[in-house]
T-cell receptor, first 112, second 114 residues
Framework: GNSVTQMEGPVTLSEEAFLTINCTYTATGYPSLFWYVQYPGEGLQLLLKATKADDKGSNKGFEATYRKETTSFHLEKGSVQVSDSAVYFCALRGPYGNKLVFGAGTILRVKS | KAGVTQTPRYLIKTRGQQVTLSCSPISGHRSVSWYQQTPGQGLQFLFEYFSETQRNKGNFPGRFSGRQFSNSRSEMNVSTLELGDSALYLC?????????????FGQGTRLTVV
């Protein structure tokens, strides 16, 4: 079946540091890929998406590129802020069935 | 445009009782999915509805059920509650079931079973 693997956290960074959160996937067919963010006490917010190989999703300074050859969709940001502290989820949506399959989530803590 | 609305936000129930959670999707969206989030199991898919039909169901016992109405609003029901049903239940709204379509989540209903 489809699955998503994320790097374990928590990831602790100082403000203005470079962020990478690794995400790899296993899927049947050609999935769409997503990053979601969850702030404390909240639901999930869609951060960015990519629907085909070499697509780059971007939003609020975050970027991720759909790499079919390495089955990866790593999240990056050049300069993190304290307000970026949250849990980040990588997810895929396969061509057969509509459900989202999520990774375990990565906690990000940014210190000032 | 209003987002996904879930009610209630918080619930405390006793073991053995039943509970109904409600989700109003974004206007114009016809696809609604439900997920359970727990610290141990993470985010797990419960079921998905499109145009009042259940298209997909996750690996949960029959105590978990749902439905969708003609206005796309959805409800999920859990009967004979167990302590392990304590979780954040999230509803997601999509325009349609296509894999490229974004899913937008509500703030969730926090269910505590005592």
């Amino acid at each position: 079946g489809n699955s998503v693997t994320q790097m374990e956290g928590p990831v602790t960074l100082s403000e203005e540091a470079f962020l990478t959160i690794n995400c790899t996937y296993t899927a049947t067919g050609y999935p769409s890929l997503f990053w979601y963010v969850q702030y404390p006490g909240e639901g999930l917010q869609l951060l960015l998406k990519a629907t085909k190989a070499d697509d780059k999703g971007s939003n609020k300074g975050f970027e991720a590129t759909y790499r079919k050859e390495t089955t990866s969709f790593h999240l990056e940001k050049g300069s993190v802020q304290v307000s970026d502290s949250a849990v980040y989820f990588c997810a895929l949506r396969g061509p057969y069935g509509n459900k989202l399959v999520f990774g375990a989530g990565t906690i990000l803590r940014v210190k000032s | 445009k209003a987002g996904v609305t879930q009610t209630p936000r918080y619930l405390i129930k006793t073991r053995g009782q039943q509970v109904t959670l409600s989700c109003s999707p974004i206007s114009g969206h016809r696809s609604v999915s439900w997920y359970q989030q727990t610290p141990g199991q993470g985010l797990q898919f419960l079921f998905e509805y499109f145009s009042e039909t259940q298209r997909n169901k996750g690996n949960f016992p029959g105590r978990f059920s749902g439905r969708q109405f003609s206005n796309s609003r959805s409800e999920m029901n859990v009967s004979t509650l167990e302590l392990g049903d304590s979780a954040l239940y999230l509803c997601a709204s999509s325009l349609n079931p296509d894999r490229n379509t974004e899913a937008f989540f509500g703030q969730g209903t926090r269910l505590t079973v005592v």
